[in-house]
């Protein structure tokens, strides 16, 4: 979805919208081993020479790791159908949710990813969703998913 005139209008007549990219799962897990395979050679060449540029890495790769288990455990395909969003996480079953239960959206650029951090309540708890769009040639241009979400709750309410 690139065109916002044409994101409200499937809001409006409630037609599904995909919010995520289609490959974002799989790029996530590919750079999950990525990173777990560049920390395990800068552990086992570790021994070899301890240096100031060895400890600089590891504690790069450290905080490389901490993010990628973050998004491994957040990541999810999301639709948007109706008041209905839809989010399959990498780990778990399908939650629908209800537009009105998002209480917080998020997003910010890293390059040409975006990504938007949804906060929602089932039942009492509060829990977080990652989306990840594409703003690439490659991947093709999209409106982030927090704009759409936003634009959403805005209609519903609306109505």
């Not at 994101?7 to 037609?15: D, F, G, V």
């Not at 050679?41 to 790769?61: H, P």
């Not at 390059?111 to 969703?129: D, L, Q």
Request: glycine share 4%; aromatic share 8%.
């Amino acid at each position: 979805m690139n065109d916002l005139n044409e994101i409200i209008n499937r809001i409006k007549e409630e037609k599904p919208i995909k919010l995520s990219m289609d490959s974002s799962k799989s790029l996530v897990i590919i750079s999950v081993l990525f990173v777990w395979v560049a920390s395990f050679l800068l552990i086992r060449n570790y021994f070899i020479s301890m240096g100031l540029n060895v400890i600089l890495a590891g504690i790069v790769l450290l905080v490389l790791n901490v993010f990628m288990i973050y998004q491994f455990f957040r990541i999810s395909d999301a639709r948007l159908e109706g008041r209905s969003l839809k989010l399959k996480k990498i780990l778990g079953s399908e939650i629908n949710i209800d537009i009105d239960e998002i209480v917080k959206i998020r997003s910010f650029s890293a390059k040409s990813t975006k990504y938007t951090t949804i906060r929602y309540v089932v039942g009492e708890k509060i829990n977080k969703a990652l989306i990840v769009n594409s703003d690439s040639a490659l991947f093709g241009r999209e409106i982030s998913a927090g704009d759409v979400l936003k634009k959403a709750k805005e209609i519903y309410k609306k109505q």
